[in-house]
């Protein structure tokens, strides 16, 4: 542990910031999250969610401020954080073009699983995420639902106490979603897991998430158990409404940005992220 | 299940790591890249075999009709044998020089982010990479091999001279797969790589000894192959893939730059590397 770095949350976020040239993309983020906790981050695109994901992972380094993950900081001991943390990113990260046992053994390799535990860790997760019968083939033909399972099971197999996932549901059918989330779940009842989602199912995020955080232009605009945020609103209602509320007409209304601004914004989040 | 896997995944940072153990771990992640690589192409060898014309067309067609040139190969060395060295170069640098191009792929899909939170050194990831290249340069050399046995050229088959062309084919694609890995985090587009690719083979090929010797260069072209490592490349490879084959700069000198070159190289790409999770 990083002696300096004392802090009773799993997560402590501190002042945390990143700029693309004038672009701010996360501005001055604090928030704490818990030990087991599954909390979940909504806002728009271009919000910064997928930004802030990617400091945290140490992906990319912040402008400023910085963030303590179970005791390491993000900035001076990144290493010690990687072993820590799972990441799912939003886009495919499985390899294709090998079979689910193949992925799963290069992580299992790469995240320095004790050569004699692999095969039993590897055939222990493969079984948990239902992939058993289908582990010898190539992931390339898998359907998008096996995929986020196997992607998921990678991230477990050294046991991290914090797991990010960047909208693990995206473009799943309902029951490949609702498998993804009882593999989510599964995991916070029995290894007391600490996991950061991001979702645009506003439905899903009321009913998984313990806590949520809402993110318009990089700062954090509302947090709090998705009960709260919604009774702020009125009595009926939804996180839909939530979002709405405190994104939509935001987004609309406060910046109206130029064309070549929302190219920039566009080209840097595709450079960069 | 809970207890047995507290016991194996210790929090790593607490507990004080031999200098074996993370010796083995590093040896380990750069091993799983590799692996990887070797596991793609057993599942898909065609790419193998496309692979092999290239040379083909460069021994049948270029080969034959520059063999009628007076002094095109120094002293009485046959040209063909004198050419199929470099063809092996050349076949090693086409597949590693655009190598780096499978980064911006995974990249693009995800695959290299998952690699860059894994608690692998960025250094371990980067020089997996540079071995998997030197296991499809490999693969690329057998088939140079068999065509030159083919087409009768005196190839030397002695274990000392095979291993010696080993090593320099997997330090040479290590080299330029690395190079090629550098660019690659520059750029971070297939678009733009391509166009860079195409730029940097052929002066790579052209001002190296590959399929003239330097003798027949002009001297300032001659002094731009004395600092491409290419050219020390092949001058190995002439002395280890021929029977009678000599070094022009000593096997020594050759493995030298060869090596120097592509820690170097290494050293670069793996402080590049981190840059590819932007």
Redesign the interface.
Same mark, same amino acid.
């Given at each position: 542990?990083d002696a300096s770095q004392s802090t009773t949350h799993t997560i402590d976020i501190r002042d945390l910031t990143r700029r693309f040239g004038d672009l701010i993309a996360v501005n001055g983020v604090n928030l704490t999250v818990e030990r087991g906790e599954i909390f979940g981050l909504i806002g728009p695109n271009g919000a910064g969610k997928s930004t802030l994901i990617?400091m945290l992972?140490?992906?990319?380094p912040p402008s400023s401020g910085t963030a303590i993950i179970v005791g390491?900081d993000i900035v001076h #001991?990144p290493?010690?954080v /990687?072993? &820590?943390?799972? $990441?799912v990113?939003?886009?495919? #990260?499985?390899? %294709? #073009?090998?079979?689910g046992y193949?992925n799963m +053994?290069?992580?299992a /390799?790469? $995240?320095?699983?004790?050569?004699n535990?692999r095969a039993e /860790?590897i055939e222990?997760a493969l079984t948990r995420a239902g992939l058993r019968d289908s582990a010898h083939h +190539?992931v390339g033909h898998y359907s998008g639902g096996m995929i986020r399972r196997l992607?998921i099971a990678?991230c477990l197999l050294?046991?991290p106490k914090v797991l990010f996932l960047d909208e693990p549901t995206v473009g799943l059918d309902p029951s490949a979603r609702e498998t993804v989330w009882h593999q989510i779940l599964d995991l916070r009842d &029995?290894?007391q897991t600490t996991m950061i989602v991001t979702s645009h199912h506003m439905d899903e995020i009321d009913q998984f998430c313990d806590r949520i955080a809402l993110i318009t232009h990089g700062r954090i605009s509302a947090v709090g158990k998705p009960d709260e945020l919604k009774t702020q609103i009125g009595p009926d209602a939804t996180l839909d409404d939530v979002f709405i509320k405190l994104i939509g007409t935001q987004g609309e209304t406060e910046t109206e940005k130029s064309y070549g601004e929302i190219r920039r914004a566009r080209r840097a989040e595709r450079?960069? %992220? | 299940m809970a207890r047995s896997d507290a016991r194996a995944a210790p929090n790593a940072s607490t507990v004080e790591r031999s200098l074996g153990q993370a010796v083995y771990d590093y040896a380990t992640q750069v091993f799983a890249v590799a692996a990887a690589e070797v596991q793609k192409l057993y599942h898909d060898p065609i790419e193998l075999f496309t692979r092999a014309i290239q040379p083909v067309l460069w021994l049948l067609l270029f080969g034959e009709v520059m063999a009628q040139v007076r002094g095109v190969s120094p002293g009485n060395v046959r040209y063909l044998d004198f050419l199929s060295a470099g063809i092996l170069a050349q076949s090693v640098l086409f597949v590693a020089i655009f190598y780096g191009i499978s980064a911006i792929w995974e990249r693009d899909l995800g695959v290299l982010q998952r690699h860059l939170v894994s608690p692998a050194p960025r250094s371990a990831l980067v020089a997996g990479k540079a071995l998997s290249a030197s296991v499809r340069a490999l693969s690329q050399a057998l088939i140079v091999y068999l065509l030159a046995l083919l087409l009768n050229v005196g190839v030397d088959l002695s274990p000392f001279k095979i291993v010696g062309a080993i090593a320099v084919i997997g330090v040479g694609s290590a080299l330029f797969s690395t190079f090629s890995l550098i660019i690659a985090c520059i750029v971070k587009t297939r678009e733009r790589f391509m166009g860079i690719g195409q730029v940097l083979t052929m002066p790579i090929f052209f001002a190296s000894n590959a399929i003239y010797p330097l003798s027949l260069m002009p001297a300032w072209l001659r002094m731009v192959s004395h600092v491409n490592p290419l050219t020390y490349q092949v001058d190995a490879l002439r002395a280890l893939m021929l029977v009678g084959g000599t070094s022009d700069y000593g096997l020594a000198a050759d493995f030298a730059v060869l090596v120097a070159v592509t820690l170097g190289l290494l050293a670069i790409a793996a402080k590049m590397y981190a840059r590819m999770g932007y």
């Open positions: 542990m990617k992972t140490t992906l990319l390491h #001991s290493a010690a /990687r072993r &820590n943390i799972g $990441y990113p939003q886009l495919l #990260s499985a390899d %294709g #073009s090998l079979t193949e +053994l290069l992580s /390799r790469l $995240y320095g699983v004790p050569r535990e /860790r222990r +190539l992607e990678q050294h046991r &029995n290894f450079e960069h %992220g | -």
